[in-house]
């Protein structure tokens, strides 16, 4: 008697989870449609495993700056069933708006042994999410900027988010005579950079002239953007 193979498992469009992070910095997953997000970390996107092998791939349809992009293929993944088994599938932050993407499962039952962990492409059923970014950040000056006689110094700032109200780590940059930076920020005759945590620090020395300050959340990791800079604070003239 002939022994046949299984039939292939019938996939469903895929819910698209999304890993968040709370205030305490406890990971977890949920669902990634119509979601906001408040800082630049990438986005680690993954589905529950419908088979014991299938292929997924994560594509960015639209995202605020930069060109769509396709992701890494469709990635064979394996696992227990109802489980997420792969988070490798990571979008990156590319300024603040909204991101769509198009996530897709495919059959992979006859490509396990030699086949390649990742294929240019494939078909299947396929979901369509969309979530937002906001980054920006309110500095406001707590007291006036002063003359320091040593590095580092701390400064009269204090910044928050503008979505929620809640205290930020940032990049700061202050400014002697400043006027407006092309793609966002200040520049002028003299740059003092900083940072904000548990209190405000500049590197450098602030000296007597025409100040403002501005201020965005950091990158990621190294080669990553950055977020927005703030609104610059109100000019301050140091003696």
């Not at 920006?136 to 320091?148: E, I, M, P, V, Y």
Request: overall charge positive; aromatic content about 4%.
């Amino acid at each position: 008697m002939a022994i046949t193979a299984p039939p292939p498992p019938v996939l469903s469009p895929p819910e698209v989870l999304v890993q968040v992070t709370s205030p305490g910095g406890a990971a977890s997953l949920a669902p990634a449609d119509g979601r906001r997000f408040l800082d630049t970390n990438p986005r680690l996107v993954g589905v529950l495993q419908q088979a014991p092998y299938h292929r997924l791939r994560v594509r960015v349809v639209a995202a605020p700056e930069g060109a769509p992009g396709g992701g890494a293929g469709c990635r064979l993944v394996s696992g227990e069933l109802g489980q997420v088994n792969d988070l490798t599938s990571s979008v990156p932050y590319a300024g603040d708006g909204t991101y769509r993407l198009a996530v897709t499962v495919a059959d992979a039952a006859n490509d396990r042994g030699a086949a390649p962990e990742v294929v240019p492409d494939c078909e299947g059923p396929t979901t369509e999410v969309s979530y937002r970014v906001d980054t920006r950040l309110r500095l406001r000056t707590t007291g006036r900027l002063r003359q320091n006689p040593e590095k580092p110094a701390l400064v009269p700032l204090r910044v928050t988010r503008i979505a929620d109200g809640s205290r930020v780590q940032a990049e700061l940059r202050c400014v002697r005579d400043p006027r407006p930076a092309r793609g966002g920020g200040l520049t002028g005759s003299r740059v003092v950079l900083g940072y904000l945590g548990t209190r405000a620090e500049v590197n450098g020395f602030i000296t007597a002239g025409r100040w403002a300050c501005v201020a965005r959340q950091p990158a990621f990791r190294p080669g990553l953007r950055p977020g927005e800079w703030s609104a610059p604070t109100p000019v301050q003239v140091v003696r």
